[in-house]
């Protein structure tokens, strides 16, 4: 049996299902980018809105190039599982926010057309830091990124982010109606005004009185979205099936903890979004600096180090009590760098941190998180080795996470077996190691040189010398030997 609109009764009682006839649901959102983070996190939080009677804000959820999201879920009617995984046990709930799916590659236009639909009032995005094709360091469009060059040249079937949103964007001008609110949900720096900054270049490359226009009648709220979402496996979805008494091909599996901190400025409305959870503030801004400096960058810290000593997933890494403390560490460097609003706990958030990182029901490889950190890093972990050195404080922790990420990018691990390197920067990266072969005095330096990631700061001495210094210790001792150190120094 495979879950479907007719099967919801069959399922055992205790599986959570749509409070509500999905009937009367029509579409209100867009979403780029219809992966595991989505469905876990924003999909569940607007399934709760529509049970609280929004019915106007269903999702249509469109993945750019792959069709293997429609494929598993359209047979389903777009229903699916979230497998909420503790140590105490996994609940489960079905999910019927999503209405229904596309493939943005196969139909562009169609899909232009349905974002220029006035019935959708947000288009979403999870379309992960590389999706946006801009510079991660200065935050600005890339306009010599392929898709850039494709879609500026024919934006009636677009291929990038950027192309679909300002496709739909002049589409609803030149028809009269509205702009609808960009709501970025990626873990970029400062994302709402990020992806603001993109589209309104992307679209002066078109038109000055268009970029104008989207700047003087769009919104781009900043957000702060957090759940973990690791990759579901063949495992995942065999318990799945024995849970549910029937198969889902594609539920997403995540942790019981979710937060997703926005911006009150949706310029056509937005769904109750506080009732269901959302914290709705003016300025997002410290939230998110909190989340990627904190989660995001011992995460990446565990990821490099914890994969270079041979640990599988996060959770494994978690069990060495010196990986344990490395990620206690960055988040204590990185803490002096924030500014929270009052009443914010950080000791117990970091506290909370390392508890979700240890849940042993969640199966987060290290590889996974390790992938994409040229674009990763700049917001994980510069910005913070910035502000301590601006304030002459040491970085020694996070220069060994970065020497961790320069060590993973050579592609050879420390059996000399190779990496899977996933990164749009992957060759470059490679060819530099290659050149430098593995002399931390060669290889540091040269990819310190790596503007797009490093900007002005790779040329900083103390940031040099500490990360030289780091990558120094990772080639003699090893990853496991050099965290140990670096932690009972
Ligand atoms: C992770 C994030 O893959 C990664 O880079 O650090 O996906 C992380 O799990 C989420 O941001 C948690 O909210």
């Not at 109606?177 to 990626?186: E, G, K, N, S």
């Not at 500014?339 to 979700?356: C, H, N, Q, V």
């Amino acid at each position: 049996m495979r879950l479907g609109h007719a099967n919801l009764d069959r399922m055992p009682s205790a599986i959570r299902r749509p409070a509500y006839d999905r009937s009367l649901i029509t579409p209100g959102i867009v979403h780029l980018g219809l992966g595991a983070f989505h469905r876990a996190h924003q999909a569940v939080v607007i399934d709760d809105c529509l049970a609280g009677g929004d019915n106007a804000w269903g999702i249509v959820g469109a993945s750019l190039r792959s069709p293997d999201t429609r494929d598993a879920l359209a047979p389903q009617d777009h229903l699916y599982t979230v497998a909420v995984r503790a140590a105490e046990g996994t609940q489960h709930r079905v999910v019927g926010a999503l209405l229904d799916s596309v493939v943005a590659r196969e139909k562009p236009a169609a899909l232009v057309e349905r974002m220029a639909d006035p019935a959708i009032r947000i288009v979403s995005l999870t379309v992960t830091e590389k999706g946006y094709c801009h510079t991660p360091q200065s935050g600005d469009l890339d306009e010599r990124h392929p898709d850039v060059v494709h879609d500026l040249d024919s934006l009636d079937a677009p291929r990038s982010a950027p192309g679909f949103i300002v496709a739909a964007l002049a589409r609803r001008r030149a028809l009269g109606i509205a702009p609808f609110t960009v709501l970025c949900c990626d873990n970029l720096a400062a994302n709402g005004h990020t992806v603001q900054r993109i589209v309104t270049q992307f679209a002066a490359l078109r038109s000055k009185e268009l970029s104008q226009w989207i700047a003087d009648t769009a919104t781009f709220p900043c957000t702060m979205v957090d759940r973990i979402v690791p990759e579901t496996t063949r495992a995942d979805r065999d318990a799945v099936a024995a849970a549910l008494r029937m198969r889902d091909a594609w539920p997403v599996m995540t942790e019981p903890f979710t937060q997703w901190v926005v911006e009150d400025r949706f310029a056509a409305g937005r769904p109750d979004l506080a009732a269901a959870g959302v914290e709705l503030v003016s300025d997002v801004k410290p939230f998110e600096l909190m989340k990627l400096r904190l989660l995001n960058a011992s995460h990446s810290a565990l990821a490099y180090l914890g994969f270079l000593a041979g640990y599988e997933t996060i959770a494994d890494t978690m069990q060495d009590p010196h990986f344990a403390r490395l990620a206690a560490q960055v988040m204590e460097e990185a803490a002096v760098t924030l500014t929270m609003p009052e009443g914010t706990d950080l000791s117990a958030y970091r506290a909370s941190l390392l508890k979700r990182f240890a849940n042993p029901a969640l199966h987060h490889r290290t590889w996974q998180i390790a992938m994409d950190g040229s674009q990763k890093l700049p917001q994980r972990l510069l910005g913070a080795m910035q502000d301590r050195l601006a304030r002459n404080l040491p970085i020694a922790t996070h220069a060994l996470a970065v020497a961790g990420w320069m060590r993973y990018v050579t592609a050879f691990d420390e059996q000399g077996r190779t990496i899977d390197v996933r990164d749009p920067l992957a060759a470059e990266l490679a060819a530099l190691a290659r050149e430098a072969g593995p002399v931390a005095e060669r290889l540091a330096p040269a990819l310190l040189g790596v503007t797009k990631v490093f900007g002005p700061l790779g040329a900083e001495p103390r940031l040099r010398e500490a990360v030289t210094a780091a990558l120094g210790r990772l080639y003699a001792e090893g990853a496991r030997r050099a965290v140990e150190t670096q932690v009972s120094a």
